[in-house]
C-alpha cells in the first residue's frame, strides 16, 4: 500500500499514520520529523532548512524532493509506505511522480477540519522529540505527565506550534497545499477523510479506505 497523507497542519496526519504504519508494517515517512531530527542534529539540510521550518514557511522543493527521492529507493519502502507531508507543493507532486516505480501512488488520503479545531489541537499538542510520538494536554495524554510514555523523556512544544507561526502555515497550506486536492482528485487517487471525530473514529475511516484497496 502507499498512500499520501494530505491536509492541513494539525488535522491529525501524524497521528494517523503512525497507526497505519504499526498496523500494517509500512514506514511513515514524515517529512516535517525528517527535517526536525536534520535541525536537531545540526546537518547541511538541518541547517539549510531551520529559517523555513521556525518560520513556519515551506522548506525549498529542492532540498524536500532530494530527501524523499533519497528515502524511496531504501529497502523497506518496497512494500508500501505513507507519505506524511509530501508533496505539499505542485513542484513536489510533479517531482514525485517522475520518480519512477518507486514513486507509484495507490491512494492520496486528504484530511480535513475546521480552522478553529486546527489551532487548539496544534496548542494542546506536545511531541517527544526522541520517538515523534505526539500526545495532547486535551486529547492524549502520557502516563506521567509532559513525560513520553516510551521514552521517558520531557516532551516538547514544537518551536512552530506558536500562534502566530501556526497563523502564518496555515497561509501557506492555503496557498501552497491546498491546490493539491484538485490536483489528486483529478487523477482519481483522492479520498477524503472527515478528521473532526476522535481519533479512533477518524482510524476507522483510514482504515476502511485501506481494506477496500487490499
Ligand atoms: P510537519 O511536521 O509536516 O507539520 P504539518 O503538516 O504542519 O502537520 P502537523 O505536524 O502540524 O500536524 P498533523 O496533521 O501531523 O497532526 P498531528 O497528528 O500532530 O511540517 C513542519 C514544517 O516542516 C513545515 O511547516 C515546513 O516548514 C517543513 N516541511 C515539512 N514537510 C515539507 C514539505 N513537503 N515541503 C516543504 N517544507 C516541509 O495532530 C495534531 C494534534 O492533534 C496532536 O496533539 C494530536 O494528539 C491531536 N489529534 C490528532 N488527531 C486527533 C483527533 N482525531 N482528535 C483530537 N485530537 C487529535
Known amino acids: 500500500m502507499r498512500l499520501i497523507f494530505l491536509g492541513p497542519p494539525g488535522v491529525g496526519k501524524g497521528t494517523q499514520a503512525k497507526r497505519l504504519s504499526k498496523a500494517y508494517c509500512i514506514p511513515q515517512v514524515a517529512t516535517g520529523d525528517i527535517l526536525r531530527a536534520a ?3 545540526g546537518s ?26 533519497a528515502r524511496l529507493l531504501e529497502d523497506d519502502m518496497k512494500d508500501g509506505f505513507i507519505l506524511d507531508g509530501f508533496p505539499r507543493t505542485k513542484e513536489q507532486a510533479d517531482a514525485l511522480s517522475q520518480m519512477g516505480e518507486a514513486s507509484r ?28 510520538e505526539i500526545y495532547n494536554t486535551d486529547y492524549r495524554l502520557p502516563k506521567v505527565k509532559d513525560v513520553c510514555d516510551a521514552c521517558g523523556i520531557f516532551l516538547v512544544q ?16 492555503q496557498k501552497e497545499t491546498a491546490p493539491l486536492i484538485e490536483y489528486y482528485q483529478k487523477q482519481g487517487c483522492l479520498s477524503c477523510i ?7 473514529e477518524v482510524a476507522r475511516h483510514v482504515t476502511d479506505i485501506c481494506l477496500v484497496m487490499s
Do not use: H, M, Q, W
Open 44 to 69: 547541511a539540510e538541518g541547517k539549510e532548512a531551520k529559517a523555513y521550518v521556525d518560520a513556519g514557511r515551506l522548506v525549498p522543493d529542492e532540498l524536500v524532493i532530494r530527501i524523499v527521492r
Open 158 to 173: 514544537r518551536k512552530d506550534d506558536c500562534a502566530e507561526t501556526v497563523k502564518e502555515r496555515l497561509i501557506v497550506y
Open 105 to 132: 501512488i495507490d491512494r492520496v488520503l486528504y484530511f480535513y477540519l475546521d480552522e478553529e479545531t486546527l489551532v487548539s489541537r496544534i496548542a494542546g499538542r506536545r511531541t517527544c522529540s526522541k520517538c515523534n
Open 194 to 200: 472527515d478528521a473532526s471525530g476522535p481519533v479512533e
Open 39 to 41: 535541525i536537531l542534529k
